[in-house]
DNA sequence: AAGCCTCTTTCCGTCATACGGAAAGCCGTG
DNA sequence: CACGGCTTTCCGTATGACGGAAAGAGGCTT
């Protein structure tokens, strides 16, 4: 951890990303802090429009300024987006599950888009959410495009945590399943990143490297009921149709 | 500037908030920082994924936890975005110009959303972006609807900043105008925070105060050839029909 | 292929400055 | 009117952020 009042500050924003405003001494119990040291750094955080006070109840709350920012990232990934919406309704329609669009972040992936499933019980995760890449179906798809070298980099040599009992263990055993997943062109999660739920992933490619992943999610039972390898077969077309229209020439394997 | 390091490390994700990826001397550079504190800095930023190192480059950009935490912000205004929308639509149809949706963060306006005009040369003001209150038709059409108590609180007795030769001076003139504005219902702005640019708003009030404001804004000429009038009863009826979906009954002065 | 230049990264001694305990305002409530 | 909870301010201390300098890493040119 390495300069402490920044890091504290970024704590103070997290707490703040709630919907209803908190008070100091709340916020300062949530992040561990002292309530004058999380005042003093509030004060910078409204001084830059991070952070509104309210001027009824002087609590605190996320400033627009925010938006401003993100929506910067969010411009990185907006040509993207465009491009796979239309193929994230399509499997949401043909499955009734929910579609989602993932960029890689190493070590995690990112939720970018998402349309969400049809049915009462079904996922959703919010966009912006990260998750290590290693035990998700997309992050799998992505990670498989790459060289085995590059990916044991990304992971060094500490073990993987452990989300749930069925994640991967070791990063040995990643790069098994890594090939397999580049043979069979889709990529699997098994109840590896949260108990009862399942995913199924496709790598869309650009122009010399992975950009993304399409994927759907759903509890176990209905991911095993549709056939792994038919949601499979599904989320490589659409991939690839995407993939194509970034001017990726599909087939060609790397 | 109360905490140094806090108000460098959002200077580095502002200087970050551009299309491409930055290296670590230019940022340096554009934030006025040494190297070796950008580093510093940055490797907290990295370390909690506000940004990202790309691992072919080494330069740096923003990271998607910037989006999870803006959604955050969003969801706070997304009711009246999305009963505002379609009025932006017609507002636009009927002009011709660009609309927007706006609230106030004291001493600000901040940008919620936007119709983009359909002439060639249109205002386009950034999502999330903040401009002085006293200078824009929105924040005279918010700031109308509060005590003038309060307005005199919100901005001192400072003198108030002068965007344009034209920009309200002081806070008596922006009382004795505030009071016309709420005479008449609506606000207008004549190049008082851009030259050559023109505004046109009406308050949106929700159960007890005003929420937010739509607004054209638009070359000051066309501004003058729709009639400013004219508008101002297009944006009441718009604004209006807005408040009474959210509950208000038009018609009581405040 | 070798060397140069620019960029990123690390190191470490100094002193500025962030920290946090304590006390002071400020409200709304009983 | 006094109490309890909140936000805000103050200030002495020692932590930890700073930045100069040097080392490491690529990428280009010659």
């Known amino acids: 951890m390495s300069v402490k009042s920044v890091s504290r500050a970024l704590d103070l924003l997290e707490a703040l990303a709630v919907p209803e405003e908190v008070g100091l001494v709340e916020l300062a119990t949530r992040t561990g802090l002292q309530p004058s040291t999380a005042h003093r750094l509030l004060g910078t955080l409204i001084e830059r429009r991070y952070v509104v006070q309210s001027a009824a109840t002087g609590r605190y709350l996320l400033g627009h300024k925010l ?4 929506v910067a990232v969010a411009k990185r990934t907006e040509h ?3 491009l796979a919406r239309p193929h994230l309704e399509t499997i949401k329609k043909v499955t009734g599950e929910s579609a989602n669009l993932t960029v890689l972040e ?3 992936i990112v939720y970018v888009d998402q349309v969400e499933g049809s049915r009462s019980v079904r996922m959703f995760a919010r966009i912006g959410a990260a998750v290590p890449a290693y035990a998700t179906a997309a992050g799998k798809a992505m990670l498989a495009q ?13 073990p993987l945590e452990q989300l749930t009992p069925r994640t991967i263990a070791s990063v040995e055993a990643l790069l098994a399943e890594l090939d397999e997943v580049r043979e069979r062109g889709f ?4 109840e590896e990143q949260e ?3 399942g995913c199924v992933a496709a790598p869309i490619r650009g122009d010399g490297a992975v950009v993304g992943a399409l994927s759907v999610s759903a509890p176990m039972p209905r991911i ?4 792994p390898a038919e949601l499979g077969e599904l989320l ?3 991939a690839d149709a995407v993939s194509m229209s970034l001017g990726f020439v599909v087939g060609s394997r790397r």
């Open 67 to 70: 938006n401003e920012i993100a």
């Open 80 to 82: 993207l987006r465009e």
């Open 106 to 108: 190493p070590p995690n």
């Open 146 to 158: 790459m060289p085995p070298a590059v990916v044991r980099e990304i992971y060094g040599d500490a």
């Open 187 to 190: 990529g699997v999660d098994r």
């Open 195 to 197: 108990p009862g739920v």
């Open 224 to 227: 095993d009921a549709a056939d």
């Open 236 to 238: 490589i077309s659409r």
